[in-house]
């Protein structure tokens, strides 16, 4: 009978000790995996610069109506202060990756990340910016929408990292407070300048018509954009019309399974280039 207990204590001991290997194993795989996409797209700072000249925040780290034209009146925070766009060298992003589309940022986060776009929306849900397996992902456009960002509306999808990375800051237009401090972000593209001003925020079921791209008229549009309104989780002091183009953020969320928070905001075309 001893030698039966010690055999089962020695089965036992070496199970606990696979468990606890395997499970080392993988919170070290977590870890590397989180530390190259940190790596990768800190590096990609060197493509994006401030206004006056210096380097953008590092990424992956730390107005009229429409498409019209229209005076900046805003930075990513302060709507009184002016904007100061950076600047994002395109060629040089085209070099690493022919998809990019665009530049998302926000200086209230670490959102300051590359746009890219695929022919599917699968590829670069486990694949960087630079193409690399990780599941980090990349922030990528709808491949429903076209890629000058001109239609109706149009979504970016991210990540919400356990880190805090990629798109994982949404969350915090969870707060009317927040979203008052934080009204704006900033999207650049290769033509255009965009200050996007948020106007609704809410947690959604993937069944919802957070994600339509097309609409049969103008009245199904509008109808989407007061339902959107509807279900928002904080209240802004406009609502879009039906000329204007509408940009969602879409990421995870946790609420219950298969939620995700959209965060919408109008697209305003700056001429401070």
């Not at 797209?41 to 610069?49: D, I, R, V």
């Not at 509306?153 to 969350?171: E, R, V």
């Not at 953020?249 to 075309?269: N, W």
């Amino acid at each position: 009978m001893k030698g039966i207990g010690r055999g089962l204590i020695c089965l036992l001991a070496a199970a606990l000790f696979a468990i606890c290997a395997v499970s080392g194993y993988r919170v070290w795989e977590i870890l590397r995996e989180r530390q190259a996409a940190g790596a990768a797209y800190g590096e990609l700072a060197s493509f994006m610069h401030a206004a006056d000249g210096g380097a953008g925040a590092e990424a992956g780290d730390s107005a009229q109506s429409g498409h019209s034209g229209g005076g900046a009146t805003s930075g990513t925070g302060s709507a009184d202060a002016p904007i100061a766009f950076p600047e994002v060298d395109f060629a040089g992003l085209r070099s690493i990756n022919e998809q990019v589309v665009g530049w998302i940022y926000d200086d209230a986060s670490v959102i300051n990340y590359p746009i890219v776009q695929a022919r599917d929306n699968d590829y670069y849900l486990y694949r960087l910016f630079n193409g690399e397996s990780n599941p980090s992902g990349a922030i990528f456009l709808d491949c429903q929408n076209q890629s000058d960002f001109s239609d109706s509306h149009c979504i970016i999808y991210g990540h919400h990292m356990k880190d805090g990375s990629m798109f994982a800051a949404l969350s915090n237009y969870k707060s009317q407070e927040y979203f008052e401090e934080h009204p704006r972000m900033l999207l650049l593209t290769p033509d255009e300048n965009y200050t996007v001003e948020i106007f609704a925020g809410y947690v959604a079921d993937v069944e919802d018509d957070a994600w339509v791209t097309g609409f049969a008229s103008e009245a199904d549009y509008e109808d989407w954009i007061a339902s959107a309104i509807s279900k928002s989780l904080i209240r802004a002091d406009f609502a879009p019309s039906a000329s204007d183009h509408v940009l969602t953020l879409s990421t995870c969320s946790y609420e219950f399974q298969d939620a995700r928070f959209v965060l919408l905001g109008v697209l305003r075309i700056s001429n401070s280039r």
